[in-house]
């Protein structure tokens, strides 16, 4: 069965800036406007992964347009969490022109520790004003307090995300149905804003979002708190995590 939420924007995406992913911006862009997307955000990986861009490459980004083909673009990246404490590789003055950040935990970028070194790192992370989205948080390699997380993201306004990658067949995340379905539990308690992604290396992969809505579905995750059904909603949830950070 199609899922039937709305779903107009993806914006956890990856360009040849980083370094293991296959088209540029205006391919991105192009492939996005003719599947109907109506925001596309561009999030590639920070400096840290090997092979992506140097911190010079996102300083420069406000030369990249926020529109093209006659869709919306947001320019951000997906930095890695690089220690326990949450600390992200992109310094603040490389990091001032993005529109957003997603806050991840890769293996090539951090050695995983305990449930409770995962959890620290992601509140850690949230506590960077930047951060917008928790990327798949799903991913039991980094496995965290779920209730926590949940709840300290729905008090900061940082989206917790659900990640079409970590349904596709052969990911290397580990458990993450269960994960997520737990996940998406506690965020329910709490109405945690969540986003969905499709984390396209490829612009085949732009809006790919069925198994993550098919799992919000089945854990009938109230509509009015996934932001991907409309782009005021999206942005909304931009700015009201900028509220937040400027009062705490
Ligand atoms: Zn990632
Ligand atoms: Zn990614």
Aim: aromatic share 8%; net charge negative; with cysteine.
């Amino acid at each position: 069965m199609t899922p039937m939420i709305p779903d107009v924007l993806d914006l956890h995406t990856h360009t040849i800036a980083s370094g293991h992913a296959y088209n540029t911006i205006y391919e991105m862009a192009y492939s996005a406007s003719q599947k109907g997307v109506q925001l596309l955000g561009i999030s590639d990986h920070g400096p840290a992964m090997e092979g992506a861009a140097s911190s010079f490459y996102f300083r420069a980004s406000r030369r990249v347009p926020r529109s093209l083909y006659g869709i919306q673009l947001l320019f951000g990246a997906e930095l890695n969490i690089l220690d326990f404490d949450g600390k992200l590789d992109l310094d603040d003055e490389s990091a001032a022109p993005l529109d957003y950040v997603i806050a991840s935990l890769h293996v090539e970028c951090i050695k995983p520790g305990s449930t409770e070194d995962h959890t620290a790192a992601y509140l850690g992370a949230m506590k960077n004003p930047r951060v917008m989205i928790l990327g798949h948080p799903d991913d039991g390699t980094f496995a965290s307090d779920y209730e926590r997380i949940a709840y300290e993201a729905a008090s900061q306004k940082v989206l917790i995300e659900m990640n079409e990658a970590s349904f596709r067949p052969g990911t290397y995340r580990k458990n993450t149905f269960q994960n997520a379905k737990d996940l998406l539990l506690a965020c329910r308690k709490y109405k945690t804003g969540i986003i969905v992604s499709s984390d396209a290396h490829i612009e085949t992969d732009i809006l790919q979002h069925k198994h993550a809505l098919e799992l919000l579905e089945e854990v009938e995750y109230p509509q009015e708190w996934i932001v991907n059904t409309s782009v005021e909603k999206a942005l909304q949830s931009f700015s009201d995590r900028r509220e937040y950070v400027k009062r705490r």
